[in-house]
């Protein structure tokens, strides 16, 4: 026999509770930035020391239909999803973004936790790739968005080459999903380019405080 999943019924509802709602609502509302980049370009490294100086910054949570792998945990590592449930959020239009990876999975941003933690005063932070980044311009257009950029075409081939993670046939494929995306840059609200980590960083949060 199947077993309920306790988060699609809150992820249906308008009403999401993150395990931060009990705390008291702050006097303003949060709000919501987009950060999008090209592989290798440092996204992860940039967004923990964002997280770590900023103060009210919350990550969302993607939901998905593949199976959780060893260690990770419903509601934490993501929400997972079978196929009705994700197709039920779409319908409802409780996906701020999704897509089909690989033909085989589909992963997407919950629209009711991201609601819910703006409500409460959050900074809320939504990592995603260009289509996403597109989407979201419908679903949350007040959401600025910022393109993390690499230095140069050449650092960005460089560091994807030496972290040694993908095959040379991967690499070539990451290489030409990255040219797209840095031919698409401008769409955005803002460019930060990463030649260190610091500064990226600092600008990052500069564009975070000037819209509070």
């Not at 650092?155 to 993670?165: F, M």
């Given at each position: ?53 900023l103060p009210q ?149 500069q564009i975070i405080?000037?819209?509070?």
């Amino acid at each position: 026999m199947e077993i309920e999943n306790p988060y699609f019924n809150q992820l249906l509802c308008p009403n999401f509770k993150t395990s931060e709602s009990s705390a008291p609502a702050n006097s303003c509302q949060g709000l919501a930035f987009v950060i999008c980049g090209p592989t290798a370009v440092g996204k992860g490294t940039v967004l923990r020391e964002v997280f770590r100086r900023l103060p009210q910054s919350w990550y969302s949570i993607s939901a998905t239909t593949r199976a959780p792998r060893p260690g990770e945990a419903n509601g934490k590592d993501y929400y997972f999803l079978n196929d009705a449930e994700f197709s039920a959020l779409v319908a409802a239009q409780q996906m701020l973004e999704w897509a089909t990876v690989h033909k085989i999975h589909r992963y997407g941003t919950p629209a009711a936790p991201v609601h819910d933690a703006i409500a409460h005063g959050k900074t809320v932070i939504l990592e995603v790739d260009l289509d996403g980044a597109r989407q979201i311009r419908h679903s949350l257009p007040q959401a600025p968005q910022i393109f993390l950029a690499p230095p140069s075409w050449e650092e960005l081939q460089t560091r994807l080459i030496g972290r040694g993670t993908e095959s040379q046939q991967e690499q070539q494929r990451r290489l030409a999903t990255a040219k797209i995306e840095l031919a698409a840059q401008n769409e955005f609200d803002y460019i930060v380019v990463n030649n260190t980590v610091a500064n990226a960083t600092e600008e990052i949060l500069q564009i975070i405080t000037q819209h509070r």
